[in-house]
């Protein structure tokens, strides 16, 4: 089974504070995924990565930016976090090509910004 | 933009039938996808179309009508597990990440 890990389910940061959000996957998948949960809104999607250094803004990037070092591993990084960016963050990962290919999610960050 | 009509909540009786639609507006169409969300829970994946017509998994079914940019999903033998959020999403290109709707809560009582 394909495992999608965020390194936290609950952070608790300070407005202004520098954020790192972590994700994990460990089958080998080209794409990565950043999405925030909102009740009333759905899915939206952050940012995106096809390839090792490679991102692409989705829906509502500002205030974020990401990073993709390595295969398995996406970052997502609030450079200076504000209250609302308190929210669900969910990371999936998914094979590259295949209209077909299901996205993988981790387990979710619930995120506080006091 | 991309616009994805889904209800937001959907309650119905153990062991009947429900049916959770989507309606879609989207710049292209690759095919459409069903995934199913408990509560504090990661979204799972639960079908995709990609041709018009009736998939079957089990008690779950989804179908496709791209003519009419809808699709269904159809859970029979509702049990109390299936309480969760469903959402649709679409991938408006081949390589492209989904778009989702804002979900379907339904709420399966005894």
């Known amino acids: 089974d394909v495992k999608v890990t965020q390194s936290s389910r609950y952070l608790v940061k300070r407005t202004g504070e520098k954020v790192f959000l972590e994700c994990v996957q460990d089958m080998d998948h080209e794409n990565m995924f950043w999405y925030r949960q909102d009740p009333g809104l759905g899915l939206r999607l952050i940012y995106f990565s096809y390839d090792v250094k490679m991102k692409e803004k989705g829906d509502i990037p500002e205030g974020y930016s990401v990073s993709r070092e390595k295969k398995e591993r996406f970052s997502l990084i609030l450079e200076s976090a504000s209250t609302n960016q308190t929210s669900m963050y969910l990371c999936?990962?998914?094979?590259?090509?295949?209209?077909?290919?299901?996205?993988?999610f981790g387990d979710g960050t619930r995120l506080s910004i006091l | 933009g991309q616009s994805l009509e889904q209800p937001s909540e959907v309650t119905a009786v153990e062991g009947a039938i429900v049916q959770i639609n989507c309606t879609y507006q989207?710049?292209?169409?690759?095919?459409l996808s069903w995934y199913q969300q408990h509560d504090g829970g990661a979204p799972t994946f639960l079908s995709y179309n990609a041709l018009d017509g009736l998939e079957e998994t089990g008690r779950f079914s989804s179908f496709l009508s791209r003519s009419d940019s809808y699709g269904y999903l159809l859970l029979q033998e509702l049990q109390m597990k299936d309480s969760a959020s469903y959402f649709c999403a679409v991938r408006v290109g081949g390589n492209t990440p989904l778009v989702f709707g804002k979900g379907t809560r339904l709420s399966v009582i005894a």
């Open positions: 999936a990962s998914s094979l590259l090509g295949g209209a077909g290919q299901p996205q993988h």
């Open positions: 989207t710049s292209g169409f690759y095919g």
